[in-house]
Nanobody
Framework: QVQLVETGGGLVQAGGSLRLSCAAS????????MGWFRQAPGKEREFVAA??????YYADSVKGRFTISSDNAKNTLYLQMNSLKPEDTGVYYC??????????????????WGQGTQVTVSS
């Protein structure tokens, strides 16, 4: 059974930093594209960042502030978030593609999702 578990969310002041982790179990995702998405209250879920064999991809709103990375030995995906802004507030979800050797964009709606972790940035 595949599980993605996000941790690292919390409350931080604007300008601060957080590091999110997504621990995967049940299968190895080292060859699959993975990504981070977020959902703010009253808004649709949106893309934040993705990592695949072809590179790293970011939403324009987080470029230069967020960094996506992975540790294949730990089967864990990370999102380092710096210079946080109140508009970064939301529930952050980890996603993994069901297909190996995929790249971004990939059909994330049919992939695996974590339960989400809350990030709140105060002004």
């Amino acid at each position: 059974q595949v599980q993605l578990v996000e941790t690292g969310g919390g409350l931080v002041q604007a300008g601060g930093s957080l590091r999110l982790s997504c621990a995967a179990s049940g299968r190895t995702f080292s060859s699959s594209a993975m990504g981070w998405f977020r959902q703010a209250p009253g808004k649709e879920r949106e893309f934040v960042a993705a990592l695949s064999w072809s590179g790293r991809y970011y939403a324009d709103s987080v470029k230069g502030r967020f960094t996506i990375s992975s540790d294949n030995a730990k089967n864990t995906l990370y999102l380092q978030m710096n210079s946080l802004k109140p508009e970064d507030t939301g529930v952050y979800y980890c996603n993994a593609d069901n297909t190996p050797y995929s790249s971004w964009p990939y059909p994330y709606n049919s992939g695996f999702w974590g339960q989400g972790t809350q990030v709140t940035v105060s002004s």
